[in-house]
């Protein structure tokens, strides 16, 4: 049992180019969601997920996409990537989308845009 | 809309000392309340949580926290610390009702257990 998982651990990009952030769990959660954080800011929610082909937006949803077309993955796509986008992404998962469950934490992905 | 306010950004603390980490909550209703940590490296982990009940909850590891409802605050404790508890630790909340499992976290308080 893998857990969250997500890749890549490191990235560098230069501003306006795209990429995916993976993010995987092997756990049959429903629920999932992507944060970024950035310091004394704690984490903040751009994304997330109920379930298979339904997604919403958080807190700071531009210049993110997702989708969710199966239980087990929910890739973040950085359309055209700039300078305030650097931060530490973590994807999260839960069982449900109710409030009292716990949420499992990916190693997250450091990137970086110049 | 709820805030989390983490009041100390730094907590340095000696080996075998107690710590205490503050966390006041602004929300015009009801709340779970949550305690993460996170290890150096690594994403975050649940520490504690309060949903109902005894206002006093504990995790395995030996940290406790206090829901206090008239002054909005739940503060985490630990009596003494050990190196390994060098960590982030981040307070968040989430009214029970609200559409999708969506956390408000605080900005975080390292702290740095010292021998």
């Known amino acids: 049992n893998a857990g969250v998982t997500q890749t890549p651990k490191f990235q560098v990009l230069k501003t306006g180019q795209s990429m995916t952030l993976q993010c995987a769990q092997d756990?049959?959660?429903?629920?999932m969601s992507w944060y970024r954080q950035d310091p004394g800011m704690g984490l903040r929610l751009i994304h997330y997920?109920?379930?298979?082909?339904?997604?919403d937006q958080g807190e700071v949803p531009n210049g993110y996409n997702v989708s969710r077309s199966t239980t087990e993955d929910f890739p973040l796509r950085l359309l055209s990537a700039a300078p305030s986008q650097t931060s530490v992404y973590f994807c999260?998962?839960?069982?449900?989308?109710?409030?009292?469950?716990?949420?499992?934490f990916g190693p997250g992905t450091r990137l970086t845009v110049l | 809309a709820q805030s989390v306010t983490q009041l100390d950004s730094q907590v340095p603390v000696f080996e075998e000392a107690p710590v205490e980490l503050r966390c006041n909550y602004s929300?015009?209703?009801?709340?779970?309340l949550f305690w993460y940590v996170q290890y150096p490296n690594q994403g975050l982990q649940l520490l504690l949580k309060?949903?109902?009940?005894?206002?006093l909850v504990e995790s395995i590891n030996g940290f406790e926290a206090e829901f206090n409802k008239s002054q909005t605050s739940f503060h985490l404790r630990k009596p003494s610390v050990h190196i390994s508890d060098t960590a982030e630790y981040f307070c968040?909340?989430?009214?029970?009702?609200?559409?999708?499992?969506?956390?408000?976290f605080g900005g975080g308080t390292r702290v740095l257990v010292k021998p």
């Open positions: 997920s109920v379930g298979a082909g339904i997604t």
């Open positions: 929300s015009s209703v009801s709340v779970y």
């Open positions: 968040a909340v989430i009214p029970p009702k609200a559409a999708g499992n969506k956390l408000t």
């Open positions: 309060y949903l109902s009940g005894s206002t």
């Open positions: 999260a998962s839960s069982y449900t989308s109710s409030g009292h469950n716990e949420q499992f």
């Open positions: 756990m049959n959660h429903e629920y």
